[in-house]
């Protein structure tokens, strides 16, 4: 299937979402792939046809400086669709005090700084849509839908038949704002391929998992 093709064959998928789960919520993780879909979603030809497509992102409260300026950035092109969610402060500041930094610490910490604002976020919603690897600890993330057990809803990837050479060259195009740096555990520079994400739980508690091992 040629690029056009399958940009088309997007474009038909996300119409349907629209039209038949309203409403539809979609991740950003500011990842190339989810910034091509929200292109698709929320440029000035198609915003309309895609309104009851909710765009939402999760501050854990650990960002770098750089996700902050591309939630800007969005808004900036865009329009104000992106919603944030963050962990509960109370919910933090008792995790804070009843575990400290103990060997738990880290999925304990990624159910309060992910999951519980993912759940949230999901409230209402009939589907939920991202073009990464996004939560993959969630639920798998290569196929075109899945079922997303825990929340019950299906679970979409509009881009999952598209090669990364044809979403890099679909963000290169279209000049979108892209993440300039990935890290891993460590702190250490990571290709952008490798779709390993600051907020991921391999990384949700790093500097945590530096100083008790």
């Given at each position: 299937m040629r690029a056009v093709e399958k940009m088309l064959a997007t474009k038909r998928l996300l119409s349907h979402l629209s039209r038949d789960f309203i409403p539809v919520a979609m991740f950003q993780s500011f990842s190339v792939e989810d910034m091509v879909l929200a292109?698709?979603?929320?440029?000035?030809?198609?915003?309309q046809e895609y309104s009851?497509?909710?765009?939402?992102?999760?501050d854990t409260g650990r960002l770098p400086d750089e996700s902050h300026h591309l939630m800007e950035e969005i808004r900036e092109r865009y329009g104000d669709i992106l919603k944030?969610?963050?962990?509960?402060?109370?919910?933090?500041?008792?995790?804070?005090?009843?575990?400290?930094?103990?060997?738990?610490y880290q999925n304990r910490?990624?159910?309060?700084?992910?999951?519980?604002?993912?759940?949230?976020?999901?409230?209402?919603?009939?589907?939920?849509?991202?073009?990464?690897?996004?939560?993959?600890?969630?639920?798998?993330?290569?196929?075109?839908?899945?079922?997303?057990?825990?929340?019950?809803i299906p679970r979409f990837n509009p881009l999952s038949r598209w090669s990364k050479e044809e979403i890099q060259s679909y963000s290169k195009h279209h000049g979108l704002?892209?993440?300039?740096?990935?890290?891993?555990?460590?702190?250490?520079?990571?290709?952008?391929?490798s779709g390993l994400w600051w907020w991921q739980p391999q990384l949700a508690s790093w500097e945590?998992?530096?100083?008790?091992a």
């Open positions: 292109d698709l979603i929320y440029s000035d030809l198609v915003h009851n497509i909710n765009m939402f992102t999760i944030v969610f963050y962990p509960n402060t109370s919910e933090l500041e008792k995790f804070d005090a009843q575990f400290g930094v103990r060997r738990d910490s990624n159910d309060v700084r992910l999951l519980k604002p993912l759940e949230r976020a999901l409230q209402h919603h009939n589907a939920w849509i991202t073009g990464s690897d996004a939560l993959n600890f969630t639920i798998g993330s290569d196929s075109w839908i899945s079922w997303d057990e825990k929340h019950q704002p892209v993440h300039g740096y990935l890290v891993d555990a460590h702190q250490r520079p990571q290709p952008i391929e945590i998992n530096q100083n008790i």
